[in-house]
């Protein structure tokens, strides 16, 4: 069983064929129920469905959303909070009939990781799973642990999430620790993931996803699982993925070649 893939020379055509993921989502299913994330990632991909709905080829009117997570405690209207970055790069600018992200203004943290659950669960679950990945493997803010969540949980960030987060805020920002993140085992039971990995920095954990192994360090190895996964990945990424394949064929070359004394 190998996780689907699918390597595309740039960025943008990475982001075009997610996007016909969900024209082709909301053609099967108008009144889908998706779940979004944030970071750089998905942005060409926002942009994308953006100037589709603008052209008329979209309609999110019957659609609802998800988004994975959210730093807590934080105002939506902060612009750092994963609130304020979808509006601006998707929701303010299509007709998505309603959205959900976990709240990052709760007072009781644990109580609205039980509130979003039983939220997501109203909507029927997630069809269409949108997921980036860390350079540390993790999947929302699903960390490398030795247990994982299957509801949405409050957790601490890792070092490497901070590290990789502090691009995003100034100096003198506070920076939040904890996040809200939805649970492996909700992401699990989304009817389709699509997964985006793009550009060089993230070739070295895209060749540990696709390893025939199950690193229990890398959460995103979960989605391997998954009957219904896809991964995009441009050639950036794919890079290790790339090298370690060609030596392997040349490997396999070579020793039939030996084998049957055509060489040497
Ligand atoms: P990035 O984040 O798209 O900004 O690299 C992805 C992630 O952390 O899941």
Redesign the pocket.
């Known amino acids: 069983m190998h996780l689907r893939r699918i390597i595309l020379d740039t960025y943008e055509d990475v982001c075009r064929a997610a996007a016909d993921v969900y024209t082709k989502q909301l053609e099967e299913k108008s009144n889908s129920v998706f779940c979004f994330?944030?970071?750089?990632?998905?942005i060409g991909l926002y942009e994308e469905l953006v100037r589709r709905y603008e052209a008329g080829n979209l309609d999110f009117s019957k659609a609802r959303s998800f988004n994975l997570d959210e730093y807590y405690p934080i105002k939506k209207d902060h612009p750092q909070s994963y609130n304020y970055f979808m509006r601006q790069n998707l929701f303010d600018k299509i007709n998505l009939s309603k959205y959900s992200l976990p709240n990052g203004e709760a007072s009781d943290a644990e109580a609205e990781c039980l509130r979003y659950d039983m939220e997501i669960s109203d909507a029927g679950g997630i069809d269409l799973m949108l997921?980036?990945?860390?350079?540390n493997g993790?999947?929302?803010f699903n960390e490398p642990a030795v247990s994982y969540p299957m509801g949405t949980s409050f957790v601490k960030l890792t070092e490497s999430?901070i590290n990789?987060?502090s691009r995003f805020f100034s100096a003198d920002e506070v920076q939040p620790t904890e996040a809200l993140t939805m649970g492996i085992g909700e992401i699990m039971r989304s009817k389709k993931i699509i997964m985006?990995i793009?550009?060089e920095?993230?070739a070295e954990i895209a060749m540990k996803l696709f390893e025939r192994k199950i690193h229990s360090d890398v959460p995103a190895c979960f989605v391997k699982l998954h009957p219904n996964a896809i991964v995009f990945l441009d050639r950036a990424a794919a890079r290790d993925i790339l090298v370690f394949e060609e030596n392997l064929k040349k490997e396999r070359i070579k020793a039939v070649q030996e084998w049957t004394g055509l060489r040497g």
Do not use: W
């Open positions: 994330a944030t970071g750089s990632t998905p997921l980036g990945i860390g350079h993790h999947i929302g999430s990789a987060n985006m793009t550009g920095g993230k």
